[in-house]
């Protein structure tokens, strides 16, 4: 009995040990990693940009989450109501007010429908230099077979250019007939 306990305690030991090996050397440089890889997706939305500052964003637009500046324009987090979920992306708007670059960072849309949100480069190109006047089916065209997440991701666009530059933006970008 007493082996089996001393088993069960250097095994027990040996765990702590590992716990603490990954706290203090491993989860640190991932961790630093991670915080890498999301400044670089940053620097790719809103180019010319070094520093993003955050600001605090106490705006009536509930679509905006987070707010963050830098030398040449903003990166606007917003959550939109897509047709399963809320869709969150990153918006880099220039300090012009128009679209450098959007990044689909969390949706639960449906499989080959509105999840080709995250890979359809077509989509998002045609958003590039908008400047808050997205509409679907008027001058973007939508995802096939995604209208109502097409439409929360232009909703999410024109709030972040909105932002920018102090335009009112329509409501209801997520309704649709049914």
Known sequence: ???????????????????????????????????????????????????????????????????????????????????????????????EGEVNGVMVRDMHETAGLGLRAFTDGEFFIQTMGAAGDLEVGTNADAITGATVTSRALVKGINSACAFVTGAEIESGATEWEG
């Open 1 to 95: 009995m007493n082996a089996k306990r001393i088993l069960i305690s250097l095994a027990g030991i040996a765990v702590c040990c590992g716990v603490i090996l990954a706290a203090n050397y491993g989860l640190g440089p991932v961790a630093q990693q991670r915080a890498e890889a999301e400044q670089l997706k940053i620097m790719q939305l809103l180019t010319g940009g070094e520093t993003f500052t955050k600001q605090d964003y106490a705006g009536d637009d509930e679509n905006i989450r987070a707010v963050y500046a830098t030398e040449t324009g903003y990166l606007i987090e917003t959550v939109t109501k897509g047709y399963a979920d809320d869709i969150t992306m990153w918006v880099g708007v220039s300090s």
